[in-house]
T-cell receptor, first 115, second 113 residues
Framework: EAGVTQFPSHSVIEKGQTVTLRCDPI?????LYWYRRVMGKEIKFLLH????????ESGMPNNRFLAERTGGTYSTLKVQPAELEDSGVYFC?????????????FGPGTRLTVL | GEDVEQSLFLSVREGDSSVINCTYT??????LYWYKQEPGAGLQLLTY?????DMKQDQRLTVLLNKKDKHLSLRIADTQTGDSAIYFC?????????????FGSGTRLQVQP
């Protein structure tokens, strides 16, 4: 069974440009999460989808970030316009359930560098 | 808000035991997790423990939880060079709370041959 995949693996853009990250969760997982790790610090939660609905977007830093999950399958995270402080590794995770231990399976991440 | 703290670096010799420590602040945490990240890879869930347990063992891994002190540790027995990675501690609230995980900054484990 394929794991969580993310595209691209790396992205280098200039400040002010737009970047769109994509995440394909494990098939059948209704729950999809976005996290990011900035400057080698802790991994921070961004938002949580249940199917196509945003269940929790309390971690989104500002309105330059827009996440979508049309159709409840893959998700995109768009940053527009990108700022220097957006550089970091963006992780996507998916889980089958939200109750119990709620094991979240992570993708390899997208490394975003804003110059 | 919730906070999870870990030491940044640990170096051990191959064959020794490694102990990675973590403290957290959220008293409502119900599940605590250990994830491993190898270079260029995503986060791999190693193990988790429910907050009403104080120990969980899984092959070479032993998790100890002191809920009173909000302290979690991961012991790796007979550490191998393949165990070199970053280890993240994470916590999650109860089923009525957020599903998001709160992570520490990660502990880089270096295993010397």
């Amino acid at each position: 069974e394929a794991g969580v995949t993310q595209f691209p693996s790396h992205s280098v853009i200039e400040k002010g440009q737009t970047v769109t990250l994509r995440c394909d969760p494990i098939s059948g997982h209704d729950n999809l999460y976005w996290y990011r790790r900035v400057m080698g610090k802790e991994i921070k939660f961004l938002l949580h989808f249940v199917k196509e609905s945003k269940q929790d977007e309390s971690g989104m830093p500002n309105n330059r970030f827009l996440a979508e999950r049309t159709g409840g399958t893959y998700s995109t995270l768009k940053v527009q316009p990108a700022e220097l402080e957006d550089s970091g590794v963006y992780f996507c995770a998916s889980s089958l359930r939200t109750s119990g231990p709620n094991e979240q399976f992570f993708g390899p991440g997208t490394r975003l560098t804003v110059l | 808000g919730e906070d999870v703290e870990q030491s940044l670096f640990l170096s051990v010799r191959e064959g020794d035991s490694s102990v990675i420590n973590c403290t957290y602040t959220d008293s409502s945490s119900t599940y605590l997790y250990w994830y491993k990240q190898e270079p260029g890879a995503g986060l791999q869930l190693l193990t988790y423990i429910f907050s009403n347990m104080d120990m969980k063992q899984d092959q070479r891994l032993t998790v100890l939880l002191n809920k009173k002190d909000k302290h979690l540790s991961l012991r790796i027995a007979d550490t191998q060079t393949g165990d070199s990675a970053i280890y993240f501690c994470a916590e999650r609230g109860g089923d009525t709370g957020r599903r998001a995980l709160t992570f520490g900054s990660g502990t880089r484990l270096q295993v010397q041959p």
